[in-house]
């Protein structure tokens, strides 16, 4: 089980997530949001793209993952 961290806030606030359990990425007003098969979501202060290439980076199963 890959495991990745995610930066939450410019505060440095760190979320460890599973990309396994990742169902998609949204980018709104409030940020990045990452929501999980579970029903459960985070917002991310990086951008879409950033969030992306961080999973790609840490997890090669996340190059499902694309933008457009």
Avoid: W
């Avoid at 202060?45 to 961080?54: G, R």
């Amino acid at each position: 089980m890959p495991l990745v961290e995610i930066e939450r806030s410019e505060l440095g606030e760190v979320t460890v997530v599973n990309p396994d359990q990742i169902t998609y990425l949204r980018q709104d007003i409030y940020g990045t949001s990452v929501h999980f098969s579970s029903g459960e979501h985070i917002i991310c202060s990086s951008e879409l793209d950033d969030v992306v290439a961080q999973l790609n980076k840490q997890a090669p199963e996340a190059l499902l993952i694309k933008t457009t």
